[in-house]
């Protein structure tokens, strides 16, 4: 039984389903390591992934819709700093005002613009020259045979890495996040700073979207996401504010996400609700374990006053 | 790469000037038409009670806040700093009375935050470390660049944030109550490399209420009373006194004149108490000692030794982890803080806007919080009395000169020096038998700190036992029978009133073993 469930598909799945939750929760992580927790995440990626849907229906380009999609993130973005940084508004409040605002239109516009289910061509599965074909188990099927998207979020976990720990912008984002009375009183632009990382995490998650409806599942529907962009603010913390964090929990999520599926594919008698809570039951034990001693930016949600 | 430390700096700024400032905050006037002027070269020190408004005035020089009115000269032109990143580009360093580092970064890190970097986009700490190795051994700065901040002594902490304003090149260098977390050692040491720094022709603001760290190193000094400038003089013509009346707007007195100590039975004792920290560390390792009535028993030492620790366990603040404590012979180990309270011990509590007034309520009620069920304030045991509370209340504002509008006053209104007033009215009117007054004067105004120190010398007349827990080392060696040293939770070293010496006191203080004769 064990051999039907983990085969090398479900593996490759599991690859291609952490996709959404590694572009995310990289979003997240810089804008949470600035200082600011964006609890609209899944509000943005709605909006991305319908964003995105829409355009390719239209246009019949996938690149286009991923263009669509960012340039809606940096917009929603924008206005998620603007609301916690500019008029400080309380981060957890205002997060949710902004999911429940991303729900709410991507699924107006939907029934406005699309009405009816439909699906779009999206991002055909690229096959990596001289690797896709490796036999050895199942190398090349888990590995190299996805899409763009998928590729370009396993590329970005070493770059968040090195732009964190040894750029000068990543020195700023920490020391802004830990302390911002010192990196301010360092001639540091708290406010730009915590601009660029929020703008940055809106991308990101609309980005996280697209890679959802255009990529992977190359549909688009009320709710798309399920509170998965929920469940990349909790990686984040998850992750302990790391990338390799992140990609940890994210492999873990989609894992069980995959394997969730291919026990319904084959027809095994386990009650799929049990199934569908796993991922969240996951969540919450290993956020009890993971929270611990941890190194949580120390100015998380509290916005910056100049001179105390 | 550019290598601005090899060179001898060569200060841009040989004069700056601000004139006519004020600053208004909600409901004070922090700096009322304040001139003030450094040149390269000397060091100018800004003294003034707390409160009086000198780290807001230096805070307007190194763009954290924007004066009200008044202009800024830079080498006679007129400059506007909006930001500290403004005041940093004009050659402006300051170090924060609080200190602004980012304590999970390393020194060096903290060094090169918000400066460019010699690879680009990418850091180059190892670079910014190395220079900053040779910048410390240019003014003897002993620090390691590369260990977490928050792993750092305060001293060393405060290394790291000279340094950086070295490195950065400020011409101009604003300390702000540098010497506050010192121990008398490192405070030498600071005044040693400040007086390198301005024969390289750096110009220096050494902002302080202590007098005789303002003689020992200024050239000239200003004083601030209120808000306002009194004046600027050479530092040579004054005196201890002169400053202090300056600072106080009348004649004060700096030596009391004391009884010889009529030692009693002993009042509190503690045999080898233990207890964690916050942070669920040893916060005290096997501390005893003896107080005994009619004694003052100093405690001094750096902030975050123990201290605090210290007078939570005899207050039952804190649990022990081991040892023993008793008060006239009866052990209270276990005892809870209503208990410890019943059998004669008073605490003024180090954070007396947490611990020790309830900052909503008014200071009538925050007069009678602990004997509110006494039955001089309760009609039946029931209800307050608030005839006798209010006489209570007006009687102790008279006793204690107790600065307030009235009795039904929040007590948020009144200056610290008369909360703390307040406290000691409070804890005293129960008659203690043992007294824990923990930092009983940080951040009191010199009127009421003679106050506060003329009263607890006469409750040790009257044969209270006092133990004074003090990170001010005058206030100690003013008020003090024996002196206790704290270093990591243990008490280091006790010495009698009449063999105190400094030197001795400040190498226990450093946790360093007691200096011979000699060296
Ligand atoms: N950010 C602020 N908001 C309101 N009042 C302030 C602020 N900073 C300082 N003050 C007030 O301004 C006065 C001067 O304070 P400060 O400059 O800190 O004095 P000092 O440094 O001489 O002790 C005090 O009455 C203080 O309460
Ligand atoms: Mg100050």
């Known amino acids: 039984m064990i051999e039907q469930i983990l085969t090398a598909s479900v593996f490759a799945s599991t690859i291609r389903l952490a996709t959404p939750y590694i572009l995310a929760g990289l979003g997240e992580t810089f804008s949470q390591r600035s200082g600011v927790l964006n609890l609209g995440v899944d509000g943005v990626m709605l909006m991305g992934a319908f964003f995105a849907f829409y355009t390719a229906l239209i246009t019949g380009s996938a690149v286009l819709g991923v263009i669509a999609a960012l340039g809606v993130g940096l917009i929603l973005g924008l206005a998620t700093a603007f609301i916690s940084v500019t008029l400080k508004a309380e981060q957890g409040i205002s997060g949710i005002g902004i999911y429940l605002f991303g729900l709410g239109m991507s699924e107006l516009l939907f029934q406005q613009w699309i009405g009816t289910p439909k699906s779009v061509t999206g991002f055909p599965d690229i096959f990596i020259p001289g690797l896709s074909d490796i036999e050895f188990l199942g190398i090349g099927e888990i590995f190299f045979q996805h899409n763009i998207l998928v590729y370009v979020a396993f590329l970005l976990i070493p770059l968040s890495s090195f732009v964190l720990n040894h750029t000068t912008l990543g020195l700023m984002i920490r020391a802004v996040g830990q302390n911002p009375q010192a990196a301010d009183a360092m001639g540091v632009n708290v406010t730009r700073v915590r601009y660029a990382t929020v703008a940055f995490c809106g991308v990101m998650a609309a980005l996280a979207g697209a890679s959802l409806s255009i990529a992977l599942l190359k549909v688009f529907q009320q709710n798309l996401t399920s509170g998965l962009g929920f469940i990349a603010v909790a990686l984040v913390y998850f992750g302990r504010w790391r990338p390799y964090g992140i990609l940890a929990g994210a492999l873990l999520f989609s894992f069980v996400n995959a394997v969730q599926l291919q026990i319904s594919a084959i027809g095994l008698d386990v009650p799929s609700e049990f199934a569908v809570m796993a991922p969240y039951v996951i969540t919450i034990i290993a956020l009890v374990f993971a929270s611990k001693q941890t190194e949580k930016p120390t100015a998380l949600t509290r916005p910056f006053e100049r001179g105390e | ?519």
């Not at chain 2, 700024?13 to 038409?33: C, E, S, T, W, Y």
């Not at chain 2, 060091?43 to 954290?64: C, D, F, P, R, V």
């Not at chain 2, 209420?209 to 808000?227: C, M, N, P």
């Open chain 2, 1 to 519: 790469m550019t290598q601005p430390i090899n060179q001898p700096v060569t200060p841009a700024i040989q004069q700056l000037q601000m004139q006519g400032i004020v600053k208004r905050f909600p409901g004070v006037l922090a700096v009322n038409q304040v001139d003030f002027e450094v040149r390269a070269g000397e060091i100018h020190a800004l003294l003034g009670e707390n409160g009086a408004g000198k780290s807001t005035l230096m805070k307007m020089l190194y763009g954290l806040y924007q004066p009200d009115a008044g202009r800024i000269l830079l080498n006679g032109a007129p400059v506007n700093i909006r930001s500290p990143h403004d005041a940093i580009q004009q050659g402006i360093g300051m170090i924060h009375q609080h200190f602004m580092l980012v304590p999970s970064l390393t020194a060096a890190e903290n060094v090169a935050l918000g400066m460019r970097s010699s690879r680009g986009l990418v850091l180059d700490t190892d670079r910014v470390g190395a220079q900053l190795r040779e910048l410390a051994a240019r003014y003897n700065l002993k620090v390691d660049p590369d260990i977490p901040v928050w792993q750092l002594a305060v001293g060393e902490q405060q290394r790291v944030e000279i340094l950086r304003a070295l490195y950065r090149g400020a011409a101009l260098l604003i300390l702000d109550e540098p010497t506050a977390v010192l121990t008398p050692q490192e405070v030498d040491d600071l005044f040693r490399v400040l007086r390198q720094m301005t024969a390289d022709g750096h110009a220096l603001i050494f902002i302080s209420h202590k007098l005789h760290e303002v003689l020992a190193i200024s050239q000239r000094v200003t004083v601030l009373r209120d808000g306002q400038k009194v004046a600027t003089i050479p530092t040579a013509g004054a005196t201890r006194l002169k400053l202090a009346e300056m600072m106080v707007g009348r004649p004060v007195v700096l030596e009391y004149e004391r009884q010889p100590v009529q030692r009693g039975a002993a009042r509190l004792s503690l045999h080898e108490v233990s207890a964690r920290n916050d942070r669920g560390h040893e916060g005290l390792r096997q501390v005893s000692l003896r107080l005994c009535s009619g004694e003052i028993v100093g405690v001094a030492g750096v902030s975050g030794n123990g201290q605090r620790e210290l007078a939570q366990v005899i207050a039952g603040l804190r649990p022990i982890t081991g040892g023993s404590i008793q008060v006239d012979g009866r052990p209270v180990t276990t005892a809870d803080p209503a208990a410890i309270n019943a059998l004669g011990v008073s605490h003024i509590p180090e954070e007396r806007m947490v611990d020790g007034v309830i900052k909503e309520f008014t200071v009538a009620e925050n007069l009678v919080l602990q004997e509110h069920g006494h039955p001089r304030f309760t009609r039946a045991g029931l209800f307050m009395n608030f005839r006798r509370i209010g006489e209570a209340c007006r009687e102790a504002i008279k006793a204690y000169e107790i600065k307030t509008p009235g009795g039904d006053t929040p007590i948020k209104n009144l200056s610290g020096g008369n909360i703390q007033k307040l406290v000691l009215a409070r804890e005293l009117s129960r008659r203690p038998q043992v007294l824990i007054a923990a930092q009983p004067t940080r951040g009191v105004d010199i009127g009421a700190t003679e106050y506060i120190h003329r009263r607890l010398l006469a409750e040790r007349d009257r044969g209270t036992a006092i133990l004074l827990i003090s990170e001010d080392l005058d206030e100690i060696l003013a008020l003090s029978d024996r002196i206790l040293v704290m270093y990591e939770g243990r008490i280091v070293g006790e010495i009698p009133r009449e063999q105190v010496n400094i030197q001795q006191l400040g190498a226990l203080m450093a946790g360093s073993s007691p200096a011979r004769p000699g060296d």
